[in-house]
């Protein structure tokens, strides 16, 4: 069983930065990307970014970029979200994923497993 267990979460002030970490686990874990992805309330799911774990490259979508950096650590088979000058608007739950590619907004079926989420709130 693959886990996927994300952390890091909290309340902000805007301005600040936060780190959010997703760390897999799990005997047959061997998924070529992880991404982050997250939903604000009444909001549909956003793609931020995603990382291939062999060769590090990252693709990000348009608006995740500048302020959002994505990272991974392979000896700890974790992923990082390195989010900058927070913004009210980015208050979400932010979720990891196991991707089949490394592409930013996988479609559903490029997606192998999901983490639990960690809810990011940035106060103003």
């Known amino acids: 069983q693959v886990q996927l267990v994300e952390s890091g979460g909290g309340l902000v002030q805007a301005g600040g930065s936060l780190r959010l970490s997703c760390a897999a686990s799990?005997?047959?874990?061997?998924?070529?990307?992880m991404g982050w992805f997250r939903q604000a309330p009444g909001k549909e799911r956003e793609s931020v970014a995603a990382?291939?774990?062999?060769?590090?490259?990252?693709d990000y979508a348009d608006s995740m970029k500048g302020r959002f950096t994505i990272s991974r650590d392979n000896r700890k088979n974790t992923v990082y979200l390195q989010i900058d000058s927070l913004r009210p608007e980015d208050t979400a739950i932010y979720y990891c994923?196991?991707?089949?590619?490394?592409?930013?907004?996988?479609?559903?079926?490029?997606?192998?497993?999901w983490g639990q989420g960690t809810q990011v709130t940035v106060s103003s």
């Open positions: 990382i291939s774990w062999s060769s590090g490259r990252t």
């Open positions: 799990g005997r047959t874990f061997s998924s070529a990307a």
């Open positions: 994923a196991a991707l089949r590619s490394t592409y930013y907004d996988p479609q559903a079926n490029d997606i192998d497993y």
